[in-house]
């Protein structure tokens, strides 16, 4: 249960300022620079040019994102912190099951974005008290029930775009000229490592051009949403 209901009501920019205001340096934000983390970023810098603003380089990444690594920092001043994953680990990995091992099965792919993602994340979190993300519940069914503010594990997790519908997000970026992920422009709707992400089809949407080899799984890596569906607590 989150212990920061009151905040359910409240704006996007004053959760930011909120834990901006109570955790300081210990406070950061996690993009991938897609259109929620571009919005949150943005938000944020008005309220402090000096936030503090985190990304995972998987180093599977599409040229396209460290261009908006560059451009991000050009815009905002802002030094992107580039979390990696363990060179061993992703070693041992490649050579046990190839490069590619994603293609395999999902738990071979659940295996990459474990090694990839979600054990270099949890070493950047051990550096902070608060975090936040770009999840909305407009996302996906496994999302829906989002809190603006949770306290998972002794940190805080804000989600302060948790209630924006796609056509408010789109308005900000609008409205604040906000820069924009260049795959946008090709048919992405959801943008994660190149290997493992394309343009929708015909047809489909929101995050079906993630992953699209897998049938009947859900579109997540193991960050928010664990292996079997249940929001991830830790």
């Known amino acids: 249960m989150s212990s920061y209901q009151e905040f359910e009501a409240a704006p996007a920019a004053e959760v930011l300022s909120w834990a901006i205001s109570k955790f300081g340096d210990s406070f950061a934000i ?4 897609q259109k929620e983390g571009m919005a949150i970023v ?20 599409p040229e396209e994102t460290h261009l908006m690594m560059d451009l991000v920092r050009e815009r905002y001043a802002i030094a992107i912190e580039a979390v990696h994953p363990d060179p061993a680990e992703v070693t041992r990995m490649v050579a046990a099951r190839g490069l590619d091992l994603f293609y395999e099965s ?12 979600v054990r270099p994340l949890e070493r950047k979190l051990a550096e902070l008290q608060a975090w936040a993300t770009g999840l909305r519940r407009e996302q996906s069914p496994e999302r829906a029930s989002t809190a603006k503010v949770e306290l998972l594990d002794g940190r805080v997790k804000l989600n302060p775009l948790a209630d ?3 056509e408010q997000l789109d308005r900000y970026l609008a409205d604040h000229d906000v820069p924009m992920h260049p795959l946008y422009a090709r048919g992405f709707a959801s943008i994660g490592c190149a290997p493992c992400t394309r343009a929708l089809g015909p047809g489909e949407s929101g995050r079906d051009g993630r992953w699209w080899w897998e049938q ?3 579109k997540e890596c193991g960050i928010h949403i664990s292996a079997d569906g249940l929001v991830r607590r830790a």
């Open 216 to 218: 009947d799984q859900k």
């Open 30 to 33: 996690a993009t991938s620079f």
């Open 42 to 61: 943005d938000l944020a810098a008005r309220i402090h040019p000096r936030v503090r603003v985190f990304t995972l380089d998987t180093g599977r990444l």
């Open 106 to 117: 999902v738990q071979e792919r659940l295996l990459c974005c474990d090694v990839r993602k």
């Open 164 to 166: 924006w519908t796609t």
